[in-house]
């Protein structure tokens, strides 16, 4: 804790809050006193100015356009780190030895099979159910099938959650979409990475051998890599909310892949490929379209632009961008879709309106094109966004539990703006 103070003047009353420090200098009022001893709680709508939590996990630095996870920069952990060896950094905080990762994966691995039971589930909902409706269900279910890891105050009730959370989503993820599709339910294989098991069980047919593009096995891991965490978003802070009730983390995750479907946030990467589509159906009309995202009183907004906390490009989009280029250069082929996304990117950087509102293309802006690459249709995009983000969740949930002073249930107050108390009227009366 710093010696530092702000002085709040409240009137005649001057009232110190201590300033805390964070590792890379950042300066935080703590305010955590306030209301006690003063009566005054603050107010900041959507959370703008706000922080919910102390953490050590990922640090973004939105000015500069730096994301790192647990101090290691993403453009290295992009590079060189396969999705499982992410997972337990951010969960654990240090990269594993290749005896750690090992046992990590096997613990994983142990855990992709579904008890059969849940096939009904399943079966149960509507061919056209979008996949992230089935995804929340069946992870919401988890609790009902695995009732010896629910309790989030026993360490190893925690660590088989965690197990087997991570082993599972990626099978109920690929399920979902072969569900959607009516084709029968491919199971998971122990003998592959992370990445082929989903490619496969995605895309495999009983009835045939299933060979995969190692390019696509690379860019899958890529992207569930970048999406791995980033910091206290929507969906995060909804994981953290609901898990500070004490309730097991399926129903969390659930609650968080529920959060992360709107298209404001992890939605957009399928808003995004909507809207390119729509471009271009619409004779590639880019002006038409800048000029409706610009009119204020129109609510049309370019979906996978702009961000709460980078006001500079978001690394993570110069990264997908560029893996673009190689896989469309690889494949000697030109996508129309891509060409759309750049020229309007290249249209609205150059535009006042996005300069002076410091609005770039963010992670959801260009992911649809390698996921349209690798023939994974638009309604899996934002689940597979939720399997990138898995760790991420888990890392946070698991921080919030073993926080030093013990987790306290998140319940910001309000303003309240309502009528003052008046005299009920009876219903006869009104
Ligand atoms: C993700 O938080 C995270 O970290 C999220 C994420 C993660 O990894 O978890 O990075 C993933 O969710 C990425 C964001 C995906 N969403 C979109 O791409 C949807 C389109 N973008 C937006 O609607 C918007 O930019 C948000 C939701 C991302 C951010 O919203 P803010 O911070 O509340 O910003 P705002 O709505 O207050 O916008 C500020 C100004 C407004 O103009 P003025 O009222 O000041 O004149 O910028 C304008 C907005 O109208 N604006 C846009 C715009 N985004 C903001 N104008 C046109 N097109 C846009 N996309």
Redesign the pocket.
């Known amino acids: 804790m710093s010696s530092e103070y702000a002085i709040l003047q409240l009137g005649d009353e001057k009232v110190e809050l201590p300033i805390q420090i964070g590792t890379e200098g950042n300066r935080v009022i703590d305010i955590a006193k306030l209301y006690g001893e003063t009566g005054y709680i603050t107010l900041d709508d959507?959370f703008?100015n706000t922080g919910a939590t102390t953490s050590a996990i990922t640090y973004i630095d939105g000015e500069k356009g730096i994301l790192r996870y647990r101090g290691y920069p993403i453009e290295e952990i992009a590079e060189r780190c396969e999705i499982t060896e992410t997972a337990y950094l951010l969960i654990y905080g240090e990269l594993p030895t290749a005896e750690q990762l090992e046992t990590f994966r096997t613990n994983i691995r142990a855990h992709k099979l579904l008890h059969e039971g849940m096939k009904t589930i399943f079966a149960g909902f509507p061919p056209d159910a979008h996949p992230m409706a089935i995804l929340s269900s069946v992870v919401g279910a988890l609790a009902i099938y695995c009732p010896d890891s629910l309790e989030p105050s026993d360490p190893q009730q925690c660590e088989l959650a965690i197990f087997r959370m991570l082993g599972k989503m990626s099978t109920i993820a690929a399920f979902s979409f072969k569900q959607s599709i009516g084709r029968p339910f491919i199971y998971p294989q122990n003998n592959l990475t992370y990445c082929q098991n989903f490619l496969r069980m995605m895309f495999a047919v009983p009835s045939e051998e299933y060979e995969m593009d190692p390019d696509f096995v690379s860019a899958l891991n890529l992207l569930l890599v970048l999406?791995a965490d980033?910091?206290q978003?929507?969906?995060t802070s909804t994981v953290r909310m609901v898990g500070s009730s004490t309730v097991n983390l399926f129903s969390s995750v659930s609650a968080g892949i529920c959060a992360l479907w709107g298209?404001?946030?992890?939605g957009?990467n399928e808003a995004?490929i909507n809207m390119l589509e729509g471009i271009h159906a619409d004779n590639d009309n880019l002006g038409k379209h800048i000029d409706r995202?610009?009119d204020?009183n129109d609510n049309y907004?370019?979906?996978?632009?702009?961000?709460?906390?980078y006001k500079n490009y978001d690394p993570r989009a110069t990264i997908i961008k560029e893996t673009c280029h190689k896989l469309l250069e690889k494949n000697n082929l030109k996508n129309p879709i891509f060409e759309i996304a750049l020229e309007l990117e290249e249209v609205a950087l150059s535009d006042s309106y996005f300069i002076e509102?410091k609005?770039y293309p963010?992670?959801?802006f260009y992911s649809g094109i390698i996921y349209n690459l690798m023939g994974i249709p638009k309604q899996m995009f934002t689940v597979i966004f939720a399997l990138g983000r898995l760790p991420g969740w888990i890392a946070h949930w698991r921080e919030m539990h073993l926080a030093p002073g013990g987790m306290r249930i998140h319940r910001p107050r309000q303003l309240y703006t309502g009528s003052t108390e008046r005299k009920f009227v009876p219903l006869i009366k009104r």
């Open positions: 959507a703008a999406h980033h910091g978003n929507c969906s298209a404001f946030h992890g957009a995004c995202a610009k204020p907004r370019l979906m996978g632009f702009g961000h709460r906390v509102r609005l963010n992670v959801d």
